[in-house]
């Protein structure tokens, strides 16, 4: 499944992929995805050599003094990856039936719960995305079981699956705290690139608060980016830290050729935290709407536009029949190019939100997530070179604008 990445304007060759191939299974047997990404490392790694206590193979350590061991990692957390495979309709009739999907995930908690991304358990195109009808949890024992599914979360795309506790021994991973994921930090993922199951890889996390496509006309907003190795087969795949905490999802790149030439993003801990929550409530998941599109404010633009702010997020367009729209806020008029890029100006320029800084336009969508719908934000906003004011009530999210 293969889809161009919104908003970031990619060139003409560039893509993202949801790294979940649809993979034809001649059996239930499922075959899986693997990425790599996520730990809690340091700048400036050493290598020294494991002890007599731990896996052999290569240890880095960070000026922190923290040790990165992928070999401990893969020892410590591998009978907790899984391999998720979805049936749609009948039952795979043999190899290469599009009706079968593959995908990775990993144990939640003892409850029996499994995480991977939504796309790899569903089928379908905005609010018309349905469930698979039958799914199978390979475990690396070899062990294939049936999993309910709980629910699915387009926006962030995350999905939730249960099994039987009892009909297997499971080993639960621990989420981390996302939030505290930095740049240059190693990551170790675990998952089936191209069917090869339970396979490691490894690298760094290239940056954080990424906006990624979602399964819907949003973003997933806090994205993790890595150049670990992603293919075809990935989703869902636990990304690693330095304790063997998942710090995020693999779920698309972004490639000029289909293979993992490109940048991997995984969907954060935090996000997947937020929706399972949700998900295990009451089967789906609500986010707050406000109905607007932006673009970054800094000091040159705004230097060019006459603002004495030198950050900030542009309002370009206000989606019709928005709380936005509702509220009064305004939009660009007027369109400009300024150093290679292209502006839609006159309108309001977003500050803060709720007295916390906006300073890239990526703040305000996470910020956003951040609240209920029945919320109100109070923005605070440049018009006509005045700082006002304007209290808007949230209203849930739907799953594809029909304007704006």
């Known amino acids: 499944m293969r889809f161009s990445h919104s908003d970031s304007r ?26 790599s990404s996520g730990s809690s490392g340091s700048t400036e790694p050493t290598t020294t050599a494991a002890s007599d206590s731990t896996p052999p ?22 009978d907790g990856v899984i391999s998720v495979s979805s049936i749609f309709g009948q039952e795979s009739a043999g190899p290469f039936d599009p009706r079968s999907a593959g995908g990775s ?3 939640l908690n003892d409850d029996g719960e499994i995480v991977t991304n939504a ?20 475990f690396k024992d070899g062990n294939v079981i049936p999993a309910e599914i709980l629910g699915f979360d387009p926006f962030s795309d995350v ?24 740049v240059g930090q190693p990551v170790a993922v675990i998952g089936s690139p191209f069917g090869a199951d339970h396979s490691l890889s490894t690298g760094i996390v290239s940056q954080t608060g990424r906006s990624v496509r979602s399964l819907t006309d949003f973003q997933i907003e806090g994205a993790i980016q890595t150049d670990a190795s992603i293919n075809p087969g990935n989703s869902g795949g636990p990304m690693l830290d330095a304790d063997g905490r998942v710090i995020g999802i693999s779920q698309q790149i972004q490639t000029g050729s289909g293979a993992s030439d490109g940048v991997g993003f995984g969907v954060p801990a ?28 800094y000091p040159q633009l ?58 890239r336009s990526e703040d305000l969508g996470r910020i956003i997530g951040g609240l209920q719908p029945g919320d109100t934000v109070d923005l605070e906003v440049i018009r006509d070179g005045e700082s006002i004011t ?10 594809a604008l029909s304007g704006g």
């Open 10 to 35: 990619p060139g003409k060759t560039s893509r993202v992929t949801l790294v979940a191939a649809f993979i034809a299974l001649a059996t239930a047997v499922p075959l899986v995805a693997g990425c």
């Open 57 to 78: 193979g290569t240890v880095t350590v960070g000026a922190d003094g923290q040790a990165f061991n992928p070999a401990k990692i893969y020892a410590d957390t591998v």
């Open 105 to 107: 995930g990993f144990v």
């Open 119 to 138: 796309h790899v358990i569903t089928n379908g195109e905005g609010e018309n995305r349905t469930a698979a009808d039958q799914v199978f949890i390979q």
């Open 159 to 182: 999905g939730l699956l249960k099994v039987d506790p009892d009909a297997v021994e499971l080993e639960p991973l621990e989420l981390a705290d996302s939030d505290e994921v930095v």
């Open 270 to 297: 935090n996000t997947i935290r937020f929706s399972v929550d949700q998900l295990r409530e009451k089967g789906e998941v609500s986010y707050a709407f406000i109905g607007v599109t932006t673009q970054p404010l």
């Open 302 to 359: 705004a230097e060019k536009l006459g603002l004495d702010e030198g950050r900030g997020a542009i309002v370009a367009k206000v989606v019709e029949g928005s709380p936005a729209e509702a509220a009064g806020i305004r939009g660009g008029e007027e369109e400009i190019i300024f150093q290679g890029g292209r502006y839609l100006i006159g309108g309001d320029v977003v500050i803060a939100a709720n007295g916390e800084p906006v300073s």
């Open 390 to 399: 304007v209290e808007i009530e949230l209203r849930e999210r739907p799953t």
